[in-house]
């Protein structure tokens, strides 16, 4: 069977939007049996922001060449199957999307290898910082300065130990704090970023901008970076969330509130302290939390 998408599909972000929608396809197709070990599968994933996502930059683990006398396109089975929220909002789901992941996908040699060029060691702590049009949309997240998740990130370090510091942001104005902060321990991987904070999803660019690929492969390697921590602090963002889904045994906490009950988003222990002034910044940025009741 064929599955595939269309660019007017999906048009909202990678792991948002796109692969988990995948993932819960399949698994509930798992789940029913309509497909095994046997299936021969092959993907063809396209999406507005980011071309076509498979096999280009996520490859299938299995090469299919077959008579695609069945097609399923994502989205209108999702809708048909009524399959909206098939993973739980709960830490076991990491799991069982890991699972699938693993059983279909690898990533493309360049993400790879990219991803070995950072060194990142297993007592590494990784810090994403979601700024832009997260900061401006209350129906999703409170606003979160970047002062204050500097501040939240002091904070973890008077208390912990850590080798290196992996951070990722939107905005480039948040990466040169850091690197002002921590020269001697932060670790970035080079792309293009917002230059400033604004009410508008930095990767929406990707849809006209001529080094999309290069886009799309930096936000995948954030995110995979980040699954090699072995401590991800984050604000509201399904990037760092799915950085479980790779690995789930990382700890993954947030410091900004998801209101929507969308796995894995939402799925993220709250950041822990004794400081009184960073539990006053937490109260008001965890408010409406879906999943930290």
Same mark, same amino acid.
Not at 66 to 72: L, Q, R, S, W
């Given at each position: ?25 399949? +698994? ?32 299938? /683990? ?12 994502? /989205?209108? *089975? ?7 929220? +098939? ?7 990491? +799991? ?5 992941? !693993? ?5 493309? $040699?360049?993400?790879? /290898? ?26 999703? &997240? !409170? ?26 942001? $939107?905005?480039?104005?948040?990466? $040169? /704090?850091?690197?002002?902060? *921590? ?16 009410? *508008? ?36 963002? &399904? ?13 993954? +906490? ?19 302290? $004794?400081?009184?002034?960073?539990? !006053? ?13």
């Amino acid at each position: 069977m064929l599955i595939y998408s269309e660019s007017k599909d999906f048009t909202e972000g990678i792991f948002g939007q796109c692969l988990i929608h995948l993932l819960e396809v399949l +698994y509930y197709m798992e789940n029913n049996n309509l497909i095994n070990n046997d299936t021969n599968i092959k993907f063809d994933i396209n999406t507005l922001n980011n071309g076509n996502l498979i096999p280009t930059f996520i490859k299938p /683990k299995n090469i299919c060449k077959i008579d695609e006398n069945v097609k399923i396109n994502v /989205k209108k *089975y999702k809708s048909e199957k009524r399959i909206d929220a +098939y993973f739980a909002l709960n830490t076991q789901s990491f +799991y069982k999307a890991n699972e699938i992941f !693993n059983r279909y996908f690898i990533f493309n $040699d360049f993400i790879t /290898k990219e991803i070995s060029n950072l060194n990142i060691s297993n007592n590494s702590v990784g810090i994403h910082y979601r700024g832009t049009d997260k900061n401006y949309d209350r129906g999703q &997240a !409170n606003p979160i300065t970047q002062d204050e998740m500097l501040l939240i990130i002091e904070d973890y370090f008077k208390n912990n130990t850590i080798d290196k510091i992996y951070c990722c942001s $939107d905005e480039q104005t948040f990466i $040169d /704090k850091m690197s002002l902060e *921590y020269p001697d321990k932060i670790i970035v991987y080079n792309q293009l970023r917002s230059d400033n904070s604004n009410n *508008y999803g930095f990767f929406r660019i990707g849809n006209n901008h001529p080094n999309r690929d290069d886009l799309t492969n930096a936000s995948i390697i954030d995110m995979l970076a980040l699954s090699n921590c072995k401590t991800v602090i984050k604000s509201s963002s &399904a990037l760092s969330s799915f950085s479980k889904i790779i690995n789930p045994y990382i700890n993954l +906490y947030t410091v900004c509130a998801m209101k929507c009950g969308w796995f894995p988003t939402a799925v993220a222990e709250i950041y822990k302290t $004794d400081s009184e002034d960073i539990k !006053n910044i937490l109260k008001r940025t965890m408010k409406g939390d879906t999943y930290n009741k």
